[in-house]
């Protein structure tokens, strides 16, 4: 693509910038008519040659207010140009970037506001009002503009990131705060180049060439799937990339067949709703080689292939670890149906240990460790925890990233996702799965969603709570259906795994990436526990053929 390799890039825009220069005619962006009218913008592609002139004009603008290395600038551009316009232009003048979940409300921005200490926030209109009350309540008057407006000179003043180009902060992302405050993952260049490279280093599946891949993508930008993983892959490629607004489940494949897109991405609950839908002649009539993602329903998951004729690659990874940490299922065995995402590769290292830090044999659940095969086990994964540093170093306890995940490994090397290590609820000396049980659930044509938790039992040790969200209107006998529902998933999973209490409520607490936030969760489960407010369905609860 240029005389440099990937590897020798200094920064994002270092890559982008020779992106431009070997493909200037080549689409960078595609937006498709359906986004463009939710967006109230214009349809069609962008080039690089194209999107490199804008970034040119943004980044004078910025140089010529003082923005420099050491400030940082917050973004609620949602998946719109702007956002690359604005964030490619900032980091070429070393301006690390904030990008803002456009969910988030008063308090959240609030505190995303004070604890970044952002210098500017470049937002939609609609949302300046809010965010400069955010900024009042938190005590940090910020200027607030919009993706055209004029930039204001940069009056912060703050030390210049330390040591080379490659390590500079180019992004500070939260992450979900299941358990408290969101945590700032300061993410440096280096993180995302390595993000690219890797991508492109898998093999197998999702092997990619420069003939022109086009990627469609209804992930938020805010998340390091679509920041980092897809938009780095695609500008060592010069690809092309289409961004949704959002997953809309009756016009997705008319955005796939429209965009041409030769790899798509998805969140686990995408494939079981393009599965309600009836079958169609036209399920085939697509590009796509692979999709690439995590968490598809396992018994949903081969049954979706045959369908639509492509693999869902399932993968692992986080904010913390990037893909120089990832760990991807693009090599068979896939162990289709078991939740399992693949094989360590040579880019990362792991451990999976028991709570006394014990390894654990083959077959047997612990906790996955990671860190980089580099020299350095920080490298290309997360700098830090953001003016955390106690978080920081537990979290690398040993030199080792303690994900929280619980998997198991099979004899052939492959891994599987078990759970969250703090979701797993021991019931009569069972550990069951809380992501198992809720997916069950959630298959359910009565529910719209479900979340589980642990409540104690005198007996057992844990009995398992269900909050269950009907998808319509509070039921004539709710303690009927309760039971109904328990005899239904005593049908899906091992007797001891359905709830023993079941809750219907109205909304299930979630985090604003819409994940259930699993720490409010156990208090509010713990409200109607102690409160009575559920019904028992415990006596269902028996082995097959027992009295």
Request: contains cysteine.
């Amino acid at each position: 693509m240029s005389k440099l390799s990937p590897a020798d890039y200094q920064s994002v825009h270092q890559c982008f910038a020779a992106a431009a220069a070997a493909f200037p005619d080549r689409p960078f962006l595609n937006i498709l008519p359906e986004t463009a009218s939710v967006y109230g913008i214009d349809a069609g592609e962008i080039s690089y040659g194209d999107m490199n002139g804008r970034v040119e004009q943004r980044r004078d603008a910025y140089r010529a207010a003082g923005f420099g290395p050491g400030l940082r600038v917050g973004l609620l551009l949602e998946n719109r140009p702007a956002f690359f316009e604005h964030w490619l232009a900032l980091n070429a003048e070393g301006v690390s970037v904030v990008p803002i979940n456009p969910d988030l409300r008063l308090a959240e921005q609030e505190y995303l506001i004070c604890h970044s200490e952002m210098a500017l926030v470049v937002a939609l209109p609609v949302r300046h009002e809010e965010l400069r009350k955010a900024a009042s309540a938190a005590a940090h008057e910020v200027p607030v503009i919009g993706p055209d407006d004029a930039i204001p000179a940069a009056t912060v003043e703050v030390a210049p990131w330390d040591g080379p180009m490659p390590r500079w902060e180019a992004a500070l992302l939260y992450t979900s705060g299941t358990t408290g405050l969101p945590k700032g993952c300061v993410l440096s260049n280096t993180y995302f180049l390595r993000s690219g490279i890797e991508y492109l280093g898998f093999s197998g599946y999702v092997a990619m060439t420069e003939e022109g891949e086009r990627m469609l993508t209804p992930l938020p930008l805010f998340h390091m799937n679509a920041m980092a993983v897809s938009t780095m892959a695609m500008l060592m490629l010069g690809g092309c990339l289409t961004f949704l607004d959002r997953f809309h489940p009756r016009s997705w494949w008319a955005s796939v067949r429209e965009s041409r897109a030769t790899v798509v991405h998805y969140l686990g609950v995408m494939p079981a709703m393009l599965m309600s839908a009836p079958e169609s002649p036209e399920d085939r009539e697509h590009l796509v080689r692979f999709g690439f993602g995590a968490g598809v329903d396992r018994l949903l998951h081969a049954p979706f292939e045959e369908r639509f004729g492509f693999p869902l690659i399932e993968a692992w990874g986080m904010t913390e670890t990037g893909n120089s940490g990832a760990i991807i299922a693009s090599h068979e065995p896939r162990h289709v149906g078991t939740n399992c995402f693949g094989r360590p590769g040579n880019n990362v290292l792991v451990h999976i240990v028991d709570d006394e830090g014990r390894e654990v044999g083959v077959g047997q659940p612990g906790e996955l460790l990671v860190r980089s095969a580099h020299a350095d086990p920080r490298f290309g994964f997360f700098d830090r925890y953001l003016k955390n540093e106690e978080a920081t170093a537990e979290a690398w306890e040993g030199g080792w990233f303690h994900t929280g995940d619980i998997v198991s490994q099979n004899e052939d090397g492959t891994m599987v996702f078990v759970d969250r290590k703090k979701n797993v609820i021991r019931r009569s000396g069972e550990n069951i799965a809380a992501v198992e049980v809720e997916v069950a659930l959630n298959r359910h044509p009565a529910i719209q969603t479900a979340a589980v938790a642990a409540v104690p039992d005198p007996v057992r040790g844990d009995e398992v709570f269900g909050m269950i969200v009907l998808d319509e209107a509070a039921p004539a006998d709710p303690a009927a259906l309760a039971e109904e529902i328990t005899i239904w998933a005593l049908g899906q999973l091992a007797y001891y795994k359905p709830p023993g209490y079941i809750a219907f409520v109205k909304e299930l607490p979630l985090t604003p990436t819409n994940k259930i936030k699993r720490g409010d969760l156990k208090e509010v489960v713990m409200t109607l526990f102690e409160g009575q407010n559920f019904h028992d369905v415990r006596h269902l609860k028996k082995r097959q053929g027992a009295k």
